[in-house]
């Protein structure tokens, strides 16, 4: 169990919108029920996606997104967090002003723990990559650095394609069960992010990313 108390404090990082929904939207909400201080910080407004589902060719997606994630925080309770504008896609040519941004999130919120995705960015997204390597840079003792993974790396979601390297994900030895509620609160999460994906074509639990790796029933995390 990642032990925590009421007095602790969990600082998240995620790079794009939708990243909390789909890796650790089950933790935060389990977290969030016990009391414990969440805040999230993402640092882009996703406004580099190909996927647009139910918007107008008029509508902003950045705009839009940015909305959707506002739901999703509610869904989940958080009540502190942070939308960054950090170019989405660009996270490599901004790692200077990233570490600043994420140290002086880290100062001003003193966590006693920070969560963000494993080094390789679960399936080799640039953007993933950096914000991982930014935040292992700010992190020190004693506060403890836990990492988002996945089960298995056989399914590659479609943004794959955009690793320039093999991908090996860390193996979780942490594997957070999912309530039933927690399990609810992850699916209305998952379904906020209207605009990335298309649940009236395919339900969550047929995503084969999302069966494959059992993302509806369970959350992965190295400790």
């Known amino acids: 169990m990642l032990q925590l108390k009421k007095k602790d404090k ?5 790079p794009h919108p939708d990243d909390e929904a789909v890796f650790l939207s089950g933790t935060i ?4 029920k016990n009391k414990v201080n969440v805040k999230i910080v993402t640092v882009t407004r996703g406004e ?3 996927l647009h589902f139910g918007l107008k060719d008029s509508d902003d997606l950045a705009t839009a997104r940015e909305k959707e994630l506002r739901n999703v ?3 989940l309770g958080v009540r502190e967090y942070e939308i960054l504008r950090f170019n989405d896609g660009g996270l490599s040519n901004q790692l200077r002003e990233l570490k600043s941004r994420i140290q002086n999130e880290i100062d001003a919120f003193q966590p006693s723990m920070i969560m963000t995705l494993e080094p390789d960015g679960i399936y080799g997204h ?3 990559i950096s914000l991982t390597k930014a935040v292992v840079s700010s992190v020190k003792s004693p506060v403890r650095l836990v990492f988002a993974t996945i089960a298995e790396y056989k399914v590659k979601p479609k943004a794959s394609h955009m690793a320039r390297k093999e991908v090996n994900p860390l193996k979780p030895n942490l594997i957070i069960k999912l309530g039933f509620s927690d399990k609810i ?3 209305r999460a998952l379904k906020a992010h209207k605009s990335q994906f298309n649940f009236q074509k395919t339900k969550p639990d047929k995503y084969n990313f999302f ?3 059992k993302l509806l029933d369970f959350e ?3 400790v």
């Open 48 to 50: 580099a996606s190909t």
């Open 10 to 14: 969990v600082l998240i990082f995620m």
């Open 185 to 187: 609160a992850k699916i």
């Open 220 to 222: 992965y995390l190295v």
């Open 211 to 213: 069966k494959t790796n």
């Open 29 to 32: 909400r389990q977290l969030v």
């Open 126 to 128: 640039p953007d993933h």
């Open 73 to 75: 925080f509610k869904i």
